[in-house]
């Protein structure tokens, strides 16, 4: 990737230091974990990455059942969410 465009940003001093330790412990600068950050929020991905993943997604074997079903597993009934 080329790095042509410069920014600055300031971070509290507590959030720096966070993000300083995040960044030597994944073995990489602040600069790239915040790009990647960026990225990962933003959706600022390579049309090849993204359709990458499509195809990887569709290669796994995952259980599927009909979307009525699955959203009668995944959304609880009223009841279940009272005393």
């Known amino acids: 990737m080329e790095l042509s465009k410069k920014t600055t940003i300031l ?7 966070r993000l300083s330790r ?3 412990q994944r073995g990489m600068s602040l600069g790239d974990l ?3 950050a960026c990225e990962a929020q ?5 049309v090849e990455e993204r359709l990458d993943a499509v195809h ?3 290669g796994m074997s ?3 059942d009909t979307v ?9 009934e009223p009841d279940d969410l009272l005393p």
Do not use: I, W
Request: positive net charge; charged residues 25%; proline residues 15%.
């Open 11 to 17: 971070f509290p001093p507590d959030l720096h230091a």
């Open 22 to 24: 995040l960044a030597a």
């Open 34 to 36: 915040v790009r990647r």
């Open 42 to 46: 933003y959706g600022v991905v390579p």
């Open 56 to 58: 990887r997604l569709r």
């Open 62 to 64: 995952l259980p599927v």
């Open 68 to 76: 009525e079903r699955m959203k009668r597993q995944s959304v609880p």
